[in-house]
């Protein structure tokens, strides 16, 4: 029997995708994410991982069938799988169809056999580059050798990997072919990320950075036949199958392409607050309806119900003048990415 989604928002787009930060600290300082000197949060802003396994059973009670853990790097959350195990539950039960992480690859050799054991099949690795150097310049503090490691791991464990690679420009234009076919070589997809005006990151001018995927997909049709799919995930990716090497490659275009209209989900912040959409301003503050109700689960509910009520349309996101014009203030390793 097919379960009726029940947070349905005012433009009648069923909510059944939530992804949740879980921290927003990291083992990297990638230059397009943060800048090398973060302040992180006290500990006691963050959700507990007993508040984070409370609010997405919630969540699920409420026909979430979907959810992705990021944050920050959420392998580096203390105790996470704790976590992770403590939801699968709802694998179990079916109430929830998908438990996944997007990760920076550095903790698969430790996690990935015990992420497969619990349930979850997916996962999304972040790489920008196969060069050792360049690896270490844009992600500042991480290791090439090790990321490749726990993909190694993932796929040993049976784990599906999907990398995703924000396309920079100037950094990794010349290894599109490179990062294609060793991927291909792998049974891996590969997503490829417009960079997004999030946060404070030091001294990046992000505009110098941009590197439109109109212009990544010609490039690639130079070398290889794109059939377009009709895949939606409810997101902004959109994706093409290379006749080639039958591989599958998406594009996340959120500052050219206009993908609201199917949107699905919302996003927990690594404090509680639920974002009703990532490029909008507009949240609200779980957490002190969470601690407040620490027995009681109706108003929480009600909350939920009252957030999705006020998703917004649309996303304003404004690269068109050259200038910042829908620059978010807060951080992507906050929101989650
Ligand atoms: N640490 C994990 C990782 O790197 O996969 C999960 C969190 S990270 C914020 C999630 C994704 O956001 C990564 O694929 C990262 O490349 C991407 N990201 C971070 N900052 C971005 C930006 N300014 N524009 C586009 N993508 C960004
Ligand atoms: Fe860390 Fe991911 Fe941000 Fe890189 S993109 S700094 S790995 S949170």
Redesign the pocket.
């Known amino acids: 029997m097919q379960t009726v989604p029940k947070l349905i928002d005012p433009f009648a787009r069923a909510i059944t995708y939530l992804r949740v930060s879980v921290t927003d600290r ?5 230059v ?3 800048s090398e000197n973060m302040t992180f949060l006290p500990k006691k802003e963050l959700l507990t991982l007993e508040e984070l396994d409370r609010i997405c059973t919630l969540f699920i009670s409420q026909g979430i069938e979907k959810i992705r853990i990021t ?3 959420p392998l580096v959350r203390r105790g996470i799988m704790e976590f992770f195990k403590s939801q699968s539950r709802h694998l179990a039960s079916g109430a929830l169809k998908e438990l996944t992480l ?3 690859g ?1 903790q698969l050799r430790k996690y990935a056999t015990e992420l497969a054991s619990i349930g979850v099949k997916r996962i999304n690795v ?1 790489l920008d580059t196969l060069d050792t150097q360049k690896f270490a310049d844009i ?1 500042r503090w ?1 290791r090439l050798a090790q990321v490749l490691d726990g993909i190694d791991a993932a796929l040993e464990a049976g784990l599906r990997v999907k990398i995703n690679t ?1 396309a920079l420009k100037g950094f990794n234009e010349d290894e599109l072919d490179h990062l294609v076919t060793w991927c291909a070589s792998r049974d891996m997809d590969l997503t490829f990320i417009e960079v997004m005006p999030m946060g404070d990151i030091g001294n990046e001018d992000r505009i110098d950075q941009y590197w439109p995927l109109s212009d990544l997909r010609k490039r690639l049709s130079e070398t290889y036949t794109l059939i377009d799919t009709d895949e939606n995930t409810g997101g902004p990716a959109r994706y093409v199958r290379l006749e080639e090497t039958n591989q599958k490659i998406g594009f996340i275009t959120p500052l050219t392409h206009n993908f609201c209209e199917s949107c699905n989900r919302v996003r927990l912040t690594c404090t509680g607050e639920l974002y009703q959409c990532l490029g909008q301003e507009d949240q609200i503050d779980l957490r002190s309806v969470l601690r407040a109700n620490p027995n009681d689960d109706a108003p929480i509910i009600q909350a939920l119900h009252g957030a999705i009520a006020k998703k917004p349309k649309g996303h304003d996101f404004d690269y068109s003048r050259n200038e910042l014009g829908g620059q978010m203030s807060r ?3 906050h929101t989650g ?1």
């Open positions: 990291c083992d990297f300082r990638c397009y994410c943060m944050g920050g790097e997007t990760t920076n550095s972040s992600t991480g924000v951080h992507m390793s990415g």
